[in-house]
């Protein structure tokens, strides 16, 4: 079969992987000119089965509320500049109750759990290196009273088969010896023993490479403006430039682009973009300083991984419409972190810096398998666990694609099987 994917991200590169193993003759459309340059390129490296909790939760609401009036909310919402979500928000909202967020939460962690199982399986398979560190994550709390109310709430995910050790600021100290000096900050910590993390652009990449030796073809610099579909099928593909690229079966995985080249075939995708700094900085030959492992602050969500000799840290989500421009000030939590509590990990003059956006479903799992034409399927909507989730969802995809029974229930991750 031909199969064409839209979009080379990892979500788009781990498609045509798992099409290609598969004998299909594989194309990727690519607007950019190299793979994961874009939601791909500035994540935080975590993969976080661990924190698969949906961001649709009781507490959500008053926080977005908060962000109107408050400046350094983690969660921030601008009614001027996201005038279209309001149907999205809508959705939101309703996901916000505890019985909702259980039950998206649960699906989010089946598929993270499987994903990371695929994604070790094919970084062995075809031998690449993403700078992938295989000891675990830290879950930091610095308020006792938070830590106690985070322990209940991660019982859920350690009920479910999520490894977790609970740790006192000591025990913080001796897994991770660069926070070390800053113990008396912390109120403690989750250990996600078996998450892990990893740089994401050299995941795709190496994959590239991989699908090349394999026959897929990618075509960069070329926009999809719009889908061609004829009963009940789609056909073709139309690019910004007027050229055609037809196919048996087509893959939507434009990341938070996916809605609009759907809606020109009359399929609408709630996904909304959630804007995200990520900075990048040399790390110093400071030894034990440097972060041994990833972890996520929970007071001021921000997160962070080594990728080789550089350490990514990146934060903030914000319902600000599509734009993914940024000022020096929309760093300064990261600065903040980087100030309390790694101080001496990083050259912290010379990063480099950027913003982009996850794709956001109102629930929280991503949207997989087919909407309206039988041959469209969509793997879209990764939000804050793209990168976790990418390999399970692509592998998903394409047993859809080919009638295989999936390894896992899809059940809360097709438009379908969602309440
Ligand atoms: C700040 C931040 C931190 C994050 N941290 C983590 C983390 O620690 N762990 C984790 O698992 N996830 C994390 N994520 C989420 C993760 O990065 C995303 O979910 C994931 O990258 C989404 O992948 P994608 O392939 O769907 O989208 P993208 O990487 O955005 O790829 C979509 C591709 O589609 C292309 N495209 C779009 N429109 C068109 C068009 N019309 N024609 C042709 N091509 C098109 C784009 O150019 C792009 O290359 C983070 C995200 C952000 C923003």
Same mark, same amino acid.
């Given at each position: ?12 590169? %781990?498609?045509?992987? &798992?099409?290609? @193993? ?85 699906? @989010?962690?089946?598929?993270?759990? &499987? ?61 991770? /010896? ?23 652009? @050299? ?73 995200? &700094? ?5 790390? @110093? ?5 440097? /972060? ?21 840290? %990146? ?24 100030? #309390? ?6 050259? &912290? ?44 969802? #692509? ?21 379908? #099987?969602? /309440?």
């Amino acid at each position: 079969m031909k199969a064409v994917v839209i979009g080379g991200g990892v979500v788009g590169v %781990t498609t045509a992987y &798992y099409l290609a @193993k598969s004998g299909h003759e594989v194309t990727v459309v690519e607007r950019e000119s190299e793979v994961a340059t874009v939601a791909s390129a500035g994540n935080a490296g975590l993969i976080a089965p661990s924190h698969s909790f949906g961001w649709a939760s009781p507490t959500a609401p008053m926080e977005l509320l908060r962000s109107l009036t408050v400046e350094d909310t983690a969660l921030r919402v601008n009614p001027f500049k996201a005038p279209g979500m309001a149907a999205w928000g809508i959705k939101f909202l309703r996901e916000c109750t505890a019985d909702r967020a259980r039950k998206n939460t649960l699906v @989010k962690l089946r598929l993270a759990q &499987y994903s990371q199982r695929k994604l070790n399986e094919i970084a062995e398979t075809e031998n690449i290196d993403y700078d992938d560190i295989h000891a675990g994550l830290l879950y930091l709390y610095r308020d006792p009273k938070r830590m106690e109310a985070g322990v209940e709430k991660w019982k859920l995910i350690r009920d479910h088969g999520q490894p977790q050790q609970i740790l006192t600021p000591d025990d913080v100290a001796e897994v991770e /010896p660069a926070l070390a000096p800053v113990r008396h900050k912390l109120a403690g910590a989750i250990y996600g023993p078996t998450d892990s993390s990893g740089d994401s652009v @050299k995941f795709t990449r190496g994959l590239r490479a991989v699908c090349e030796r394999m026959g897929t073809t990618f075509v960069f610099g070329a926009g999809v403006k719009k889908l061609i579909a004829q009963g009940g099928r789609i056909q073709a593909l139309a690019t910004e430039a007027g050229e055609t690229i037809g196919g048996d079966v087509f893959v939507l995985s434009a990341g938070v682009h996916s809605p609009q080249i759907a809606r020109t075939v009359g399929v609408r995708l709630p996904i909304a973009p959630a804007k995200g &700094y990520s900075a990048t900085f040399p790390v @110093k030959n400071g030894g034990d300083a440097v /972060p041994r492992i990833g972890a996520v602050d929970e007071e001021l969500l921000v997160a962070w991984c080594r990728m080789g000799d550089h350490l990514r840290m %990146t934060s903030s989500a914000e319902f600000t419409g599509y734009e993914t421009t940024y000022r020096d000030r929309d760093f300064r939590i990261i600065r903040k972190l980087a100030e #309390s509590l790694l101080p001496q990990a990083a050259d &912290y003059d010379r990063g480099t810096y950027r913003a982009c956006n996850r794709p956001m479903t109102p629930d929280g799992p991503p949207i997989l398998g087919i909407a309206r034409h039988d041959n469209l399927y969509i793997n879209s909507g990764h939000g804050h666990m793209g990168f976790t989730m990418a390999c399970g969802t #692509s592998r998903i995809v394409a047993d859809l694609i080919d009638g295989r029974k999936t390894e896992i229930p899809v059940e809360g991750m097709t438009l379908t #099987s969602r /309440p």
